[in-house]
């Protein structure tokens, strides 16, 4: 087929855009579309005639919504009206921030709103910083590149909509919903982002886990090690459950024992300290990882009982995929479809010898694989 007889996916590129995003979302599409770019400094602009012609508008991430809003607030009512009319809305990141009111394109059917996911409740991710953060996509666990990303709140009372991803807090990461005669799609995170994106930020060890260079394994995995581990699961199986290196997972069970701390680094002053430290000094840090062991356990729980039907559909051919490269002979691929979105689918050991013989024999059952 030629490319002037595929369906013409207009999409944004432009200030409010960042650096290489439009590209990498081209990229993906262009066997099904064809693709035109749209914004100031493009052949042709955002606006009713340019949309009229196309059946997939895509706004891609960028910065800070505040400063984008001033670059993209002329297209808020051709875009309004496109979808409205039946047309096809997909944002990524920014893209599913503009998708409500505050400021946004006001996509968002009832009482639908965009926000920060790190400001909500037990989420694993607290800063601005580049990252990867876990969520169930269809009942998956995936870790997808993020900085910043949105969280959905729905108001299912006003349009049919469709939940593809949550966060592991429970708050929405995916979702498509219908508005008028069209669709929106939004993603909080960036499923899309290719190798670039990583490039000095992220790795992928042997088991095809995601690591970033030069820091800490994150808090939230790091939490998630010390739950499983009080499960009464063998680190082997939390290697490979959480794609972190059998080395690591010791290292941080190992510390926490000893310390009663999952922070990375070493804790001056605190070498002698044993796990009763923890559970007199730490309390709300030991409450805080089981609250988020409960709040985890949860969200599977209501997650699977809600969609545990919906995930029959083998992937479409057209999927959005994240494709990162330890070397040439190995790699990991985490697989998203566009086609879902729019349509109805130890630190050293101490040598003291404090800890009672109870404590001994829990540490031995633990590490043994």
């Known amino acids: 087929m030629s490319t002037s007889a595929l369906p013409i996916a207009l ?18 599409l262009r066997e099904k579309y064809q693709i035109i770019y749209a914004g100031p400094k493009e052949q042709v602009d955002v606006n009713t005639n ?14 800070d919504l505040d400063e984008a809003w001033p670059h993209v607030r002329r297209y808020a009512s051709p875009i309004r009206d496109y979808v409205r009319n039946g047309g096809k809305y997909l944002g990524f990141c920014l893209g599913a921030y503009l998708a409500g009111t505050e400021p946004g394109f006001g996509l968002l059917p009832g009482r639908g709103q965009t926000d920060q996911y790190i400001t909500s409740k037990g989420a694993v991710v607290t800063s601005e910083i580049d990252t990867v953060v876990p969520l169930f996509w269809r009942g998956m666990l995936r870790h997808v590149y993020f900085q910043d990303g949105t969280r959905l709140m729905i108001d299912r009372t006003a349009a049919p909509a469709e939940i593809l991803a949550v966060y592991t807090n429970g708050e929405i990461a995916a979702a498509v919903q219908n508005y008028g005669k069209g669709r929106v799609g939004m993603v909080g995170p960036h499923p899309e982002a290719n190798e670039e994106c990583h490039i000095g930020q992220a790795g992928v060890n042997q088991l095809g886990g995601i690591f970033v260079n030069g820091r800490p394994l994150p808090d939230h995995v790091r939490r998630k090690i010390v739950e499983l581990a009080l499960n009464g699961i ?3 199986d939390i290697s490979r459950k959480l794609l972190v290196s059998h080395g690591c997972v010791s290292k941080i069970l190992t510390k926490f024992y000893e310390t009663g701390s999952i922070r990375p680094g070493s804790i001056h002053g605190r070498q002698s300290n044993k796990i009763n430290t923890y559970q007199s000094n730490n309390t709300e840090e030991l409450l805080t990882v089981r609250n ?15 969609y545990s039907q919906k995930i029959t559909n083998s992937p479409s051919e057209d999927e959005i995929s994240i494709e990162t490269n330890s070397s040439s002979s190995s790699s990991s691929l985490i697989k998203h479809s566009i086609e879902n979105i729019l349509s109805n689918q130890m630190t050293k050991k101490n040598k003291t010898s404090s800890i009672d013989n109870q404590t001994n024999n829990k540490r031995q059952k633990l590490f043994t694989c």
């Open 11 to 28: 999409i944004y590129r432009g200030p409010a855009a960042c650096r290489g995003c439009p590209e990498t979302i081209a990229d993906l």
């Open 50 to 63: 340019t949309l009229s012609a196309a059946q997939l508008y895509i706004q891609p991430g960028g910065g």
């Open 234 to 236: 063998r680190p082997c």
């Open 292 to 306: 988020h062991q409960e709040n985890l356990l949860c969200v599977l729980h209501h997650y699977n009982q809600c």
